[in-house]
């Protein structure tokens, strides 16, 4: 992709994190799906706009000091790993 060029749909994100969030806190995260996994650890999925925008999750999560295990952007309709990132 062209980097001056607008995707069709913003990117989408797996964000995982040690620990669990608490639901209430879902509308702090706005439109990301939040998944409780019973290893301890949370996974935010979902359309980040833009990269000021995935900063701005990151700054939530560090503020909450979730350790942040991995970000890694997601193909369009099939939840794999996009590999040209």
Known sequence: MNHLTEPAHPPE???RIRG???????TWF???VIT????GET???????????????LRK???????????RT??????TQDTNS
């Open 13 to 15: 994100y797996e964000i």
């Open 20 to 26: 669990h969030l608490a639901p209430h806190w879902a």
């Open 30 to 32: 706005d439109t990301m």
């Open 36 to 39: 409780t996994e019973p290893n």
């Open 43 to 57: 996974i935010l999925t979902g359309e980040v706009i833009d990269q000021a925008a995935l900063h701005g999750l």
């Open 61 to 71: 999560l560090r503020d909450l000091g979730l350790p942040l295990l991995s970000v």
């Open 74 to 79: 997601l193909e369009p309709d099939t939840g």
